[in-house]
């Protein structure tokens, strides 16, 4: 016998086997709704007892980094010899005053003895040879000056007989050829007279150009004998200005070439703080900008006197001078740590300085709910910065609360839960 199937309505339909689609419709459209409906926003929860919080603020920012210094002396000198040698004696060591002109080390060099040696034997010789030919010179003017002597004798005597001849030949009383022969022999002589005189004028001249060149010749060898003994001087390292030695890089028995740094002098009195800058600042940092430190609870101030233009490893270098007075006990090698004033006073909003810089370059911030409860992530524009504080120019309101500690551990999620 058939059993007669009742049907079911009212809210009983929907738990039969035909309104199961209709089940599975449903969820797919509450599903739909969902994923359009929901946060695109990547969550994370933290532990709000590990973040830093802090808030923004208006004020005053003072434009400003922190650089460290060392001390370094105002003039230093390098030591260098100019003779190379062996080191023999060390009479002053490092660290001790000197005045310009003390002795600091003696060198030892063999082969300058040698040159000064051949350089007096050779001077010696050219004396000799000078004195000498002096002597020569000085005979033979005696000898043209006998010469000239003698034959304007005998241009007088055969003047003397040419005028007898003459006169005995008007009166006819000798032959014409004795005349001829008396007056040719007159008039050659006179001529012998001449070339003797003049060769005695040509003698003179050529005997003065000679000695001058040779006295000229015997200077310029004092004049060398005199430098090279000068160079034996140069052996002798000598301070070149008042100060302190602060560094003398030798040994005894040491050989040292002409030219080669062995050490330093150091002016004392006067210094100055040498300071790596972040290369970041070398379009603001200029001769003449502030600087100030604290020492011993004594504030002394500086400013800048050079900047150096080349950049190593992302940093400059500059010069501070003091200005007044400096630090007790001051030393070479000491460090400072300045405060550089790059800028006047402002009033802008301000946020502390924090790691989360290091993860964002100022370009976004978490920012904390009014309930505190959640902080989201937010584009802000950091301008300028100092020791303690960023210059907000975009994205934060005075009195908003912002996480400032590192962000490494967030990834990307752009809600953070406490």
Known sequence: MDKIIEKKTGWRVAFT???VPWWLGALLGIFIIYLIARP????????????????????EFNDYIRVSGR????????????????????????????????????????????QILNAEAELAEKENILRNTQIQMEQQKLDVRQNELEYGTNVEKLRRAYEQQKALY???????????????????SLKKYDLIRERSRQDSLYRG???DRMEESLENMLLNMQMIRKRKGNLIVKAPIDGELGLLDVVLGQTI????KIGQINSVGTYKVEAQIDEHYIDRVVAGLEATFERQGETYATSIRKVYPEVREGKFKADFKF????????????????????????????????????KTGGKWIYVVNKD??????????????????????????????????????????????F
């Open 257 to 260: 070439a002409s030219g080669a």
């Open 71 to 114: 001390v370094q002396p105002m003039t230093t000198i390098q030591l260098s010899p100019q003779e190379c040698g062996m080191v023999q004696t060390i009479l002053i060591e490092e660290g001790s005053k000197v005045r310009a002109g003390d002795p600091i080390l003696i060198l030892s060099n063999d082969n300058l003895d040698l």
């Open 209 to 211: 150009t000679q000695v």
């Open 372 to 417: 505190g409860n959640k902080a989201v992530k937010r584009e802000i524009r950091i301008g300028r910065q100092n020791p303690q504080y960023y210059e907000v120019l975009e994205g934060l309101e005075p009195g908003e609360k912002v996480i400032t500690s590192g962000y490494d551990t967030y990834g990307d999620s752009d809600v953070l839960v």
């Open 17 to 19: 086997k035909k309104a």
């Open 323 to 358: 200005e007044g007075e400096q630090p007790d006990n001051i030393r070479a090698g000491q460090t400072y740590y300045l405060n550089l004033q790059l800028g006047q006073p402002e009033e802008a909003v301000i946020i502390p300085r924090g790691t989360f810089y290091q």
């Open 170 to 188: 008007e009166d006819k009383l000798i032959a014409r050829e004795d005349y001829l022969k008396a007056k040719e022999d007159y008039e050659l």
């Open 40 to 59: 695109n926003n990547k969550t994370l929860r933290v532990d709000k007892d590990t973040l830093t919080v802090s808030s923004a603020v208006r004020g």
